[in-house]
């Protein structure tokens, strides 16, 4: 398994924020972001969490298998890494001695997918969840345990479709949870720094 990367660790953290790469990615894909947000939130803990599979189609990792994966069979992959995944967020809140509700979860694409799908359990491991080139398995028909969500989409994705987080941001707003959706124009399946910027200016608005 690769190395958590921990960007910023204060003595006394106010929040965490915890970043998860895509599937045949690595943790150090997600450093760009995680040194913009470990700026702009000085007394956060901000780390890039590694998956603990080896991505069996390739390089990196991978939080669950795509392989074959359908509509119909991506839930039981989801939920079968689900158990290690909140796992792996609860001992670093231990760690740095912050709770659900000082957490933030920041996933691109299949790491947004788990941390969307977290934010649905009784028992959610963070209230702030961040989605980018994310989506939910299937939409939520009842408000998610976590508090805020966030996504963030390149319009013109063609992995991911970017019409799966709009939907789940009417969703989430008819279901009365706090929520916002940003398309980012002439952007794939990525980041840029315009996507960049406007999370931080949501975070900030928070």
Not at 132 to 147: H, M, W, Y
Request: aromatic letters at 4%.
């Amino acid at each position: 398994m690769s190395e958590a990367i921990v960007i910023q660790e204060p003595t006394v953290p106010n929040r965490l924020v915890l970043l998860f790469h895509g599937v045949g990615g690595t943790p150090e894909n997600m450093l760009p972001l995680a040194r913009r947000l470990a700026a702009a939130l000085p007394g956060a803990a901000v780390i890039s969490v590694p998956s603990p599979d080896r991505c069996d189609m390739g390089a990196g990792y991978q939080w669950f298998s795509v392989r074959g994966v359908t509509e119909e069979n991506r839930r039981d992959r989801v939920m079968l890494a689900m158990k290690g995944y909140v796992a792996t967020i609860r001992e670093l809140q231990r760690i740095h001695r912050c709770t659900p509700d000082q957490t933030m979860l920041v996933g691109f694409s299949q790491g947004g997918i788990m941390a969307l799908e977290s934010g649905l359990l009784p028992d959610a491991p963070a209230s702030h969840v961040v989605s980018i080139a994310g989506r939910f398995v299937q939409l939520p028909k009842a408000a998610p345990t976590s508090k805020v969500f966030h996504f963030l989409h390149g319009a013109r994705d063609a992995v991911i479709d970017p019409s799966l987080s709009a939907a789940a941001s009417r969703q989430l707003e008819h279901l009365g949870v706090p929520v916002s959706i940003d398309l980012i124009p002439n952007l794939g399946h990525g980041t840029n720094e315009e996507m960049i910027d406007t999370l931080l200016r949501r975070i900030k608005a928070v």
